[in-house]
């Protein structure tokens, strides 16, 4: 008799606990997902795990791994399917002190989050580790990948962290499907890229503060970002299409460490619609690939020592290694490009490589100082063909090895105008082979030594270069690294650079 009511108290206590705390969901889910439901504890995607047209909430603290078997016929995968009328939602609510793991194991085929194809969905994710989904080595490529085309479909990625992961691929075709990817690392990325965004959706995207040892690829329009660190051999941010409007690239961070010199770059920007404003961009063949008309306000760095590919076909003779620096820092410029405000620092062959297709630049208020180690200033090389038409007012050239602005083709209409500007320690010709410019152009002024500039910090540059470090460990942001740069180049009370109509280099404001 004891034991039997031993027995019913405890099934009577059992009873209330699940009423209490509900056990939504099993270890291993189901394939179908046809209701509303909840995982928690320790999830295991053993096989294709398809969320049709429900909402699947993720518990804080929640493991769900992917557990596929080597040889099946498709790696494992949570797909996002669309039903008549219904939206698929995988909410990944975690908390700072218990945040949501979704991982493969090592050794077997990486799982991913994806939509099936023409469905469309939802993902939220709020402090959730992504660990080795996708790779260039799965069947899965991609981390994530979603399409977002229905009204009220979103994106929100939230201090999240992805390790060893493939890319995260987002493609938006509604007019409202929006965005939000804020304080995530991206770590070990499988590949040279860590986010493509692609579509024509004109939803709100906002990509910011976050951190990144592969390349951002933006091909979508009205985005914002901003405050983001890209550092790494293939860090570079590319807006590859012309047509995409109400992109605005502000106060990034990006140092292409790559060391070969094979065309590798901080940012290449096809679209001439884009701002490029208050950016830190570093190394690369080139610093900018490719601008927009908008260019204000940057730090561009070049530098030396890269390795230069030498082509050596059935010769076996021992070459010695070449070394290179960065080409340009801003090549293949919009037409109309307004170039102003900038710093334009460090060894380059050339700070402002102009060609012929770039038409009416205006080169105003920028600061160029080649560290005594870049060839030249501005360099219009033999593609820029007729009527250039560049305008030069306002700038400051200092520690070039060779005359500043330079015309390779040496043809009539190169410059519209060229005045107001200001040369430090150039003892030989400012212009070469400039038609209708003599050595120097109206109201410009040339000073002895690079000294007499009378800056701040000439020479403690290398406190800027060396807040990398502090930038990848949040301890410090972009605007405090542009900001030591700045600082850098402030002109003292006695500077001549007092006396110019505008400001050198970038502007101080933090515009939102």
Request: with cysteine; glycine share 8%.
């Amino acid at each position: 008799m004891i034991h039997q009511i031993h027995f019913k108290s405890v099934f009577w206590f059992t009873s209330i606990l699940h009423l209490a705390f509900p056990l939504y969901a099993q270890t291993v889910p189901e394939s179908v997902v046809r209701q509303d439901t909840v995982w928690q504890g320790e999830m295991e995607i053993r096989e294709p795990v398809s969320v049709m047209g429900v909402t699947v909430r993720v518990a804080p603290g929640t493991t769900i791994r992917f557990k596929g078997q080597q040889g099946a016929a498709s790696p494992p995968a949570v797909f996002l399917n669309s039903t008549a009328g219904n939206e698929p939602r995988l909410m990944l609510e975690g908390t700072a002190d218990r945040p949501i793991i979704v991982e493969t194991p090592e050794d077997l085929p990486p799982g991913m989050i994806c939509t099936t194809r023409g469905s469309h969905g939802t993902l939220i994710a709020q402090h959730v580790v992504f660990r080795r989904l996708g790779g260039s080595t799965s069947g899965n490529a991609d981390a994530l990948d979603l399409q977002l085309s229905a009204v009220g479909n979103e994106l929100r990625l939230i201090d999240c962290r992805f390790e060893n992961c493939g890319p995260v691929r987002m493609d938006f075709l509604g007019p409202t499907a929006a965005a939000e990817i804020k304080r995530c690392d991206f770590a070990d990325t499988q590949g040279d890229t860590a986010l493509l965004l692609g579509g024509s959706g004109s939803g709100e995207k906002t990509v910011t503060d976050n951190i990144a040892d592969a390349g951002f690829r933006l091909d979508c329009p009205d985005l914002l970002l901003r405050d983001n660190v890209l550092v790494g051999p293939a860090a570079a941010i590319s807006v590859p299409t012309l047509t995409k409007e109400g992109i605005r690239l502000d106060r990034n961070y990006v140092h292409c460490t790559y060391k070969r010199d094979e065309g590798r770059y901080a940012l290449k920007c096809d679209t001439p619609h884009a701002e490029l404003t208050r950016n830190v961009l570093i190394g690369g063949t080139y610093v900018v690939a490719a601008a927009p008309r908008t260019v204000r306000d940057n730090v561009l760095i070049g530098v030396a020592g890269l390795e230069a590919k030498v082509v050596m076909q059935e010769i076996k003779i021992a070459v010695p290694k070449l070394e290179a620096t960065t080409h340009a820092l801003i090549t293949g410029l919009a037409n109309e490009a307004s170039i102003q405000n900038n710093l334009l620092l460090g060894p380059t062959h050339a700070a402002l490589s102009i060609s012929g297709p770039d038409k009416a630049p205006r080169i105003e208020h920028n600061l160029f100082d080649g560290w005594d180690a870049a060839r030249r200033a501005v360099h219009f090389n033999l593609l820029a063909r007729g009527a250039v038409g560049a305008e030069l007012k306002n700038n400051v050239f200092t520690r070039y090895q060779r005359a500043p602005v330079f015309d390779q083709a040496g043809l009539q209409g190169t410059m519209a105008e060229a005045s107001d500007n200001l040369f430090a320690g150039f003892t030989g010709p400012i212009y070469e082979n400039i038609k209708g410019v003599d050595d120097l152009a109206s109201s410009d002024r040339r000073i002895e030594t690079f000294g007499q500039l009378r800056l701040a910090a000439p020479l403690t540059t290398q406190a800027a270069l060396d807040a990398e470090e502090r930038l990848l460990r949040r301890e410090i942001g972009v605007a405090d690294v542009h900001a030591l740069w700045l600082a850098a180049y402030r002109p003292m009370d006695n500077s001549p650079l007092r006396g110019k109509k505008a400001s050198i280099g970038p502007s101080t404001g933090d515009s939102q």
